[in-house]
């Protein structure tokens, strides 16, 4: 298994401009999940799925658009890219098969400048 | 309102030496509560993840424990080694569903030859 995979690795916008984060798992995982992550500070939940054309907001949405079409795929679409939004980017994944196995798969990251 | 608060925020040891990281949290009702390390650029990736009825869990050199009445959490490293050097995050979710986890600052450590 792949895993949590991430496209890209790394990407600069100017404001204004908008661009999708794109996130896949090959785990049958029903729950997916967008955080962001500032430097010296924990990760910050910005939506979250609990499965297939169910989507929810996090501590952090707006600026954010998210939408879960199939099980396997859950990209994180910027509106309007802000300075605000410079960060690094992870995408989880996590099973649905109880409290004692509820780990969460990271993916590798996408670290966006926003200019 | 759901916190976490781990200490210390930085910490540096010699290789070989023992080290305990804390977690302190006010999260409600409880769910499980999770160790994760992450390495510099990389993702987070899970350490140990203890339930209600757990007091302690290992994985390897790697040993948390919980106390869910005073609502305590720590991380105890064995034998430090090079690779070590890392972010450790407390993680202590409300619920199953992954979207009620509420995450800690983490603590880095570094462990120097």
């Known amino acids: 298994n792949a895993g949590v995979t991430q496209t890209p690795k790394f990407q600069v916008l100017k404001t204004g401009q908008s661009m999708t984060l794109q996130c896949a798992q090959d785990m049958n995982h029903e729950y997916m999940s967008w955080y962001r992550q500032d430097p010296g500070m924990g990760l910050r939940l910005i939506h979250y799925s609990v499965g297939a054309g169910i989507t929810d907001q996090g501590e952090v949405p707006n600026g954010y658009n998210v939408s879960r079409s199939t099980t396997e795929d859950f990209p994180l679409r910027l509106l309007s890219a802000a300075p605000s939004q410079t960060s690094v980017y992870f995408c989880?994944?996590?099973?649905?098969?109880?409290?004692?196995?509820?780990?969460?798969?990271f993916g590798p990251g996408t670290r966006l400048t926003v200019l | 309102k759901n916190q976490v608060e781990q200490s210390p925020q930085s910490l540096i040891i010699l290789e070989g030496k023992n080290c305990t990281l804390q977690?302190?949290?006010?999260?409600?009702?409880?769910?499980?509560l999770r160790w994760y390390k992450q390495d510099t650029g990389r993702g987070p990736v899970s350490l140990t993840i203890?339930?209600?009825?757990?007091n302690t869990k290992s994985n390897g050199r790697y040993t948390a424990t919980l106390d869910a009445d005073t609502k305590q959490s720590s991380l105890h490293i064995t034998a430090s080694q090079l690779s070590d050097s890392a972010s450790y995050i407390c993680?202590?979710?409300?619920?199953?569903?992954?979207?009620?986890?509420?995450f800690g600052d983490g603590t880095t450590l570094t462990v120097k030859p």
């Open positions: 203890m339930t209600f009825s757990e």
């Open positions: 977690c302190n949290y006010t999260v409600s009702p409880f769910s499980n």
């Open positions: 993680v202590v979710s409300a619920d199953t569903n992954a979207g009620k986890s509420t």
């Open positions: 989880a994944s996590s099973d649905r098969a109880g409290p004692t196995t509820d780990t969460q798969y």
